[in-house]
């Protein structure tokens, strides 16, 4: 008894949407509305500051923000010009591709178990995972970094001689941040899978891996999908143990070369926004990217209910 | 890599950085002779350098000379640059390798970065902030570059020197702390430059007559109003006092202090309201608006203004005279500079690097990146200075004793966890300065007590 | 450790099986334990001495409790960072993730359009913070922000102590709006449609059917939901410190933390000790969650 009758833009949609009208249908339009107002409440802000990432510095000094003129496409090639992109760019890919699809992979082997079987120590593992979350990574700063310096690695992992300055050692702290939350994510949806699903593959004499990659991960394409958006968000924005591990300027992840269109004392705001545009562009693209899982659902499988 | 840092070093930081004012006039004296000698052209000197461990090298020097820089953005990076290139084109066979950090990120991690694989020269700043990391063994020693140093000033050196009375630091610019504001506003409205707090109030008075905010104030990021009371407590109780109080030695509790908060209180209405929500940046676009009269802080002010007529009419005040008896001839100017890192790669490099950043040439390549700041240099040329330079190297000659800044004079703990939450607090409540006294001298016990 | 044929037959595992499992788990465990838990028993040995971070570790002295004692003591902004934690939990949890929620509820409801809602709401996330703070500037500034040009009032957005927590957290939950409906979201279309069709066809409201089907068979995705909003709230830290660094009415234990530990301030043990704290709060949550969810079992 599907109504929808509107020009739908995502075909795959199409099958998810018959709870769209049935008996209420005459308030219909009330939906797109709602949520149009409250989409274009939640752009605003960022418009705002696109239009004025697109002023000159002296112009909105002297009229202040809340004026219009002083536009200029000047910000955006300066921003380019001067805060070394490509380098940064490239650091950034060095790291956080690694640090995403690991982060991932483990956190799945970890849910997996918790949520698959019913090991006595799985809750007790699980908070395990949980409570590393809970540590505000700056007290951590000083031991970590401590023993990064101590360990020394072959110069074919680090051009440094230690964990101190190596892309590895950033994607490790990166993962042992995140693997936590990924692992308690992704074990509360796998356990929302029905376990039936398992019994015939351990009846046809499944083995454990074939269960993980073929009944499970695939299953869980909407929760990957959202963690890799959020991971890939978050370890790209990470700033704070880049620079404490990294140290070398010319080795910073992109968000750092931000702070390079920073003064010592004054900053051309304009400016910043300018490259902070530039520099949000590939997690939005990741984000475009893995939209379709969220959009899509699931339309196979889950036989709960 | 392994710090050679004994139980006697950690205790040494312990002293407070006054003690350590041992007089070095005599050493300096001998040290100018030998200075003038190599002086500028010692840099062409043909014969070969002898890269002993210690000592710089006479001769051109060699190899690769890492350098650690603060300096992010574009114009001063490319200054950095210019004059790093200038010193490798000097001496052929050595290149300079530039490790840009960002300005915070650098200054944020800088105890990991000494800690770490440090480069052989890196950007930092006079004051105690240079003393600690030499007590502390996370830099070299450069006395002897300074042996051949010729154009910088006793104070210059003293603000160089740690407690052990060696040089750890090679200056390269300063610029003043000083009250500015614009000529036009003070030519139409006819104002007169306040001489002493009184005429300030007077003048302050005036200003709100005229629909002006007599004193642009802005404290949003906490650290420009550590500013205003150094600038009142350097006329209050004199630079001393103030050194004293910055090295933990005065009671915070002491009348003396207590009189720079109530003139503080005193003049806090002539001050643009509500400043904690306002950067320095919005501050200044006040004045720039001409909606504000003066401003209290440093030359970078300038950098808000329009290059040109905008900031040729820039002017700047001492700060009035509060007591007759201490007079206006203490101020603050800090220092930026060099400092090397306790085991460079390339020691001699590093040192040569050093003596030709304290000439005349490199520290004019720098201004050129940033024409608010002066030469450190004095016999660098001056011809080339604006206005506001011109001004400012006068000040700067005629004072007769020179702060740093607050959170350059006192340990960097104390200024930015208890002086800067205090001084917010006492902007928004300025009539309990005794429990914000008490309260300081406290937490001031627990850490200078650590 | 694996319990062979103790339950029900799919927990039924080969050697090879116990190998694999074994892995999947040890890994990761070690990877955490070395990275995050030794460097936190680090954090709370730290928090008993008055180390400067510099020197070699046997320069380390003890000073017993003395760093607790001041900070409960003569540390002025700890006991207003507890409290702006908790205002902080309030509105998250009251406002900001049911927000979330509901936009998931709404955007999965599959109208025309769907994706360009998504995204809007889902853009703050993804915002660097350096553009963070320069929106809410323009916003919130006393002399140039939009709200007092627009109202023509003076009031002091981000300075005044009264208000500008409730100024970082609208901010803040504008940005966890969004991240709570992509979690939301990603769980609500692993339910099974067939289910709401079900209760559609019973004659079931379609509030009925969220609140009655979908919403007890999203339990876990609930659970999540919770956790992440009280790990956020404790966490909190970088809205205010691109604010003011944590300061004058924004004091948050995280930003103290940081204040302390971070740059050339290097109060290690003090900070160390906010930390332990931290981490003392923190681990009465995990406790209190461990005990709901075992009981379930």
Known sequence: MSLAADPVEERSQALLKPHEGGPQSGRRWLLPVMLTLISLIWLFPLLLALVNSFRDYAFTAKNGYVSWGGFTFDNYTNAWQQADFGLHFANSAIITIPAVILTLFLSCCVAFVVARFSFKFNLALLGFFLAANLLPPQALLIPVYRMFRAIEVPLWISDSGTLLNSFVGLILVNMAFQIGFCAFVLSNYMKALPKELYESAVIDGASVTRQFFQITLPLCRPALAALAVLQTTWIYNEFFWATVLLQQGDKFPVTSSLNNLRGQFFTDNNLVAAGSMIVAIPTLVIFFVLQRHFVAGLTLGATKG | ?450 | MASKRKYRGIDQLSTRDKVVVSLMVIVPTLIVLWLVWLPAIGSVLLSFTNWDGIGPLSGIKSVGLQNYRDIATIYPPFWPAIQHNLIWLAVMFLVATPLGMLFAVLVDRGVAGTRFYQTSIYLPVVLSLALIGFIWQLIYSRDQGLINAITGGTTDWYGDPNVNLWAALVAASWRHAGYIMLLYLAGLKGVDPSLREAAKIDGASESQTFFKVVFPVMRPINIIVLVVTFIESLRAFDLVWVINKGRNGLELISTLVTQNVVGEASRIGFGSALATIMLLISSVLVFIYLRIAMKED
């Open chain 2, 1 to 450: 890599m392994t710090r050679p840092s004994s139980e006697a070093e950690y205790l040494a930081r312990m002293v407070p950085p006054s003690v350590r004012g041992v007089d070095r006039r005599t050493l300096l004296r001998g040290a100018l002779g030998v200075g003038t000698l190599l002086g500028a052209g010692g840099l062409a000197a043909c014969s070969s350098g002898s890269t002993g461990s210690t000592g710089v090298p006479t001769g051109a020097v060699t190899g690769t000379v890492t350098v650690g820089s603060n300096q992010s953005d574009a114009v001063p990076k490319a200054a950095v640059q210019s004059y790093m290139d200038a010193f490798a084109k000097a001496n052929p066979g050595t290149t300079v390798k530039i490790n840009t950090v960002d300005h915070n990120s650098f200054q944020e991690n800088i105890n990991n970065y000494l800690q770490g694989s440090p480069d052989d020269v890196f950007t930092w700043f006079a004051g105690y902030r240079m003393q600690f990391f030499a007590e502390k063994g996370l830099v070299g020693d450069v006395s002897d570059v300074w042996k051949n140093i010729t154009g910088m000033s006793d104070a210059l050196k003293k603000a160089s020197t740690a407690a052990d009375g060696k040089q750890y630091f090679v200056p390269i610019t300063n610029y003043p702390w000083a009250v500015f504001y614009r000529k036009s506003v003070f030519q139409e409205k006819g104002y007169e430059v306040p001489k002493t707090l009184d005429d300030l109030n007077a003048l302050g008075a005036q200003m709100k007559k005229d629909g002006l905010s007599p004193i642009a104030f802005g404290d949003k990021d906490g650290w420009p109003a550590m500013g205003t009371f150094d600038q009142i407590n350097l006329r209050v109780n004199g630079y001393d006092f103030h050194v004293s109080l910055m090295a933990g030695k005065e009671a915070w509790t002491d009348p003396k202090v207590k009189k720079v908060f109530d003139t503080w209180a005193g003049i806090l209405p002539l001050h643009q309201a509500d400043s904690l929500g306002r950067t320095w940046q919005e501050a200044a676009q006040s004045l720039q608006q001409k909606k504000s009269g003066m401003y209290v802080l440093g030359s970078f002010l300038a950098q808000q203004f329009t290059k040109g007529a905008e900031q040729d009419d820039l002017d700047f005040f001492t700060f009035p005279e509060i007591d007759s008896t201490i007079g206006t001839d203490a101020i603050e100017a800090p220092i930026d500079g060099y400092m090397m890192s306790a085991k460079p790669k390339n020691e001699g490099g590093a040192k040569k690097l050093l003596q030709y950043i304290s000439q005349p040439e490199a520290q004019l390549l720098a201004l050129k990146a940033d024409p608010s700041v002066i030469a450190t240099n004095q016999t660098a040329d001056t011809s080339g200075y604006t206005a506001l330079q011109k001004k400012s190297l006068e000040y700067v000659k005629s004072a007769k004793s020179i702060a740093q800044f607050m959170d350059r004079d006192t340990r960097p703990d104390f200024a930015s966890t208890v002086m800067i939450p205090a001084i917010q607090s006492f902007i928004k409540n300025p009539k309990d300065i005794d429990g914000l006294l008490t309260s300081i001298e406290a937490q001031k016990k627990s850490i200078f007590g650590s």
